[in-house]
């Protein structure tokens, strides 16, 4: 089965300071990728994913980034503020086949739990 | 608010009771998703439901435990004879595949059981 990699465990920056985040992963017929964030004592909210058709894709002050060859994925968020702390998942989901149709379960990381510091 | 719900919030249980879950969808979702996640980790799959067929269910899913989603709206997750090990935080998701677009989970609030 899947099997996804997610490195720093934990992350510490200044405000206004960019953070990255990292995820490998193992099967190659993985091919969505999202990204969540999780605050205490609430669920994982979708923050922004990509497809494997796409390299790259932006919104605002997040990124992420797909290298398919590598089979690695990265979570990049700028300009950060306190509001960002929180404990961040990536996720990567294979299509499976059953009772006629297709659906995708998740593979999560270990998380990281990220900090910004005022 | 019209994201997924889950109740109870919290559940504090002796070992070897039965606890059940509740988790109500986005009303327009037709797939649903059990996971489970302890302490440091992120979240696991249980099991899956397309309306109201129970399509995978996760090796992690033990005798002990049974799912249903009997009208395929809301969905119930049981946990008999409770261990120490169950405790942890169950998340319930659902999403809606439309041709062209990608089949994005949203999660619930999840309940967060301890077992005493």
């Known amino acids: 089965g899947e099997n996804v990699e997610q490195h720093p465990s934990t992350l510490s920056v200044q405000e206004g300071d960019s953070a990255v985040i990292k995820c490998t992963y193992s099967d190659s017929a993985s091919n969505y990728f999202p990204w969540y964030k999780q605050e205490l004592g609430k669920g994982p909210q979708l923050i922004i994913d990509i497809r494997s058709n796409v390299g790259e894709k932006k919104d605002q002050r997040i990124a992420v980034t797909l290298n398919k060859t590598a089979k ?3 979570l990049h968020i700028t300009e950060t503020q306190p509001e960002d702390s929180a404990v961040y998942f990536c996720a990567a989901r294979t299509n499976t086949n059953a009772g ?10 270990q998380g990281t739990i990220l900090t910004v510091h005022p | 608010d019209t994201g997924v719900s889950q109740d109870p919030r919290h559940k504090i249980t002796k070992r070897g009771q039965n ?8 009303s327009e979702h037709n797939r ?20 109201e067929a129970q399509l995978e269910k996760s090796r992690l899913l033990s005798d002990r435990f049974s799912a249903e989603r009997p009208k395929g709206s809301f969905s119930t997750l049981e946990i008999q004879r409770t261990e120490q090990g169950d405790s942890a935080m169950y998340l319930c998701a659902s999403s809606s595949f439309t041709s062209g677009r990608t089949d994005t989970q ?11």
Do not use: A, M
């Open chain 2, 106 to 116: 949203y999660f619930g609030p999840g309940t967060r059981l301890t077992v005493l």
């Open chain 1, 100 to 109: 006629g149709t297709s659906y995708g379960k998740l593979t999560f990381g």
């Open chain 2, 32 to 51: 649903l998703y059990w996971y489970r996640q302890t302490l440091g980790q992120g979240p696991e799959f249980l099991t899956y439901f397309q309306n």
């Open chain 1, 72 to 74: 690695h994925f990265s």
């Open chain 2, 19 to 26: 606890v059940t879950f509740r988790c109500d969808p986005i």
